[in-house]
């Protein structure tokens, strides 16, 4: 079975090597890592299209590209490998990616990257900055990988049929060995609105902006990725990509057929 390894951290953080160092351990597995160059976080799903990039590899054998982590897995799965990976695995991520973080989440992008291409992705993150705990997080990313690898085998060496492809988010608290009380399916909660713009004097005289940091959780009842990892579980929330407001499309149907009356 054959994976691809990408972050948003840059290919030199300690979540990419301890998610490669467990992975691999992994009984007929293939894997390959191609990750930022430098921290992308907070690049959701931006895509490099008027400047080049170029891979380069790394003496421990991980390849790294000049551009966003949406880039590696986009150059990876058009050309670079050679090969279509059966899982792409993202992370693991210094610090939470749950409820709105996913919308501008580098790992998740790079995991929705894959998505996109149609193969199987997951989006692993530590729920807490600074890598602590971060080989049991790395364990249990295996443990689920693990579980996940007799469907993906069956379906590489055509014993059933392709399945859709589908892409998870999983926080992993950071917590040490048995201290998790396990895995939980979630939805995602929601945070509130993000703290003020932290303004500061540049040496020449000039305001400069800093994006100020993610507001605390607003929605994080029993359910939500909030609660689950607030209580020591390791939350797994699938995702989808499609935006359309489904239970608003009738009021704007009636808007735009009042609209084309007038017309």
Request: negative net charge.
């Amino acid at each position: 079975m054959k994976i691809l390894i990408c972050n948003d951290d840059g290919y030199q953080a300690s979540g990419i090597v301890a998610l490669y160092e467990a992975l691999k351990t992994l009984p007929n597995v293939d894997i390959e890592v191609v990750a930022p160059e430098q921290n992308n976080s907070a690049k959701s799903n931006a895509l490099t299209l008027h400047s080049p990039m170029y891979v380069q590899e790394a003496a421990n054998g991980f390849r790294y590209i000049n551009g966003t982590p949406a880039d590696c897995v986009h150059i990876a799965l058009t050309g670079l490998l050679g090969y279509r990976p059966d899982l792409v695995v993202s992370g693991i991520n210094n610090g939470a990616n749950m409820g709105d973080d996913t919308i501008y989440s580098g790992t998740v992008g790079a995991a929705m990257e894959a998505y996109l291409f149609g193969i199987p992705a997951i989006a692993f993150s530590q729920t807490e900055k600074g890598w602590g705990f971060i080989d049991v997080a790395a364990r249990q990313a295996r443990n689920l990988v693990e579980q996940l690898m007799p469907s993906l085998e069956a379906v590489a060496h055509g014993a059933q049929p392709t399945i859709p492809p589908w892409l998870l988010n999983v926080n992993i608290p950071n917590l040490p060995a048995g201290e998790t009380q396990g895995f939980k399916v979630c939805r995602l909660g929601r945070r509130h609105a993000a703290e003020r713009v932290i303004v500061q004097t540049s040496p020449r005289g000039e305001s400069m902006y800093w994006i100020g940091g993610a507001g605390p959780a607003k929605e994080a009842g029993e359910g939500t990725d909030f609660h689950a990892t607030t209580h020591g579980f390791v939350s797994i929330t699938p995702l989808q990509v499609d935006l359309t407001d489904h239970e608003r499309l009738g009021h704007w149907t009636q808007a735009a057929a009042r609209l084309s009356h007038q017309h």
